[in-house]
Every structure is written in C-alpha cells, then in structure tokens.
C-alpha cells in the first residue's frame, strides 16, 4: 500500500494513493492535468518503475582518446 508504484501510464507514484489521486485529477474535464486516456490508467507493477540508463557515447569516445593520447 505504501510502496512505490508503476503505473501503466509510465509514470512512477510513491504509492497506490496517490496513483489514484493523479488518476482522479486526470479524469477532472475541469483539471489542468486534464486527460482523457486517464479513465484506463491501471498500476502496471507493484513496484518502481525501469529505469532507463542513457549512454552518451560522446564523452565516453573523449575519454578514451585522452587515454590513448
């Protein structure tokens, strides 16, 4: 209950509360987080979401140049 959430929107919640205040805030045509795909947001897994490490192949590629020089 109190437990990180992944919900099926992608966003990550600190618990299933709150997901379901944002996904009654969504619904709120009046809200200005307004969403219509609001109403079929589910909790996707029980647990944080993936986190997705982005590479960035440049300052990798510098550093092994200066390495080499």
Known sequence: MYAPVCASNG???SND???LWAKCQAQD???P???R?????K???N???EVKIE???EEEEEGRRRRKQ
Do not use: D, G
Not at 37 to 41: L, T
């Open 47 to 49: 647990s944080p979401c």
């Open 43 to 45: 909790i996707a897994k």
């Open 11 to 13: 966003v990550q919640y």
């Open 37 to 41: 795909k609001a109403s079929n947001w």
């Open 17 to 19: 509360l709150v997901f």
């Open 33 to 35: 987080n307004f969403s």
């Open 29 to 31: 045509s009046e809200s």
């Open 55 to 57: 590479v960035e192949y």
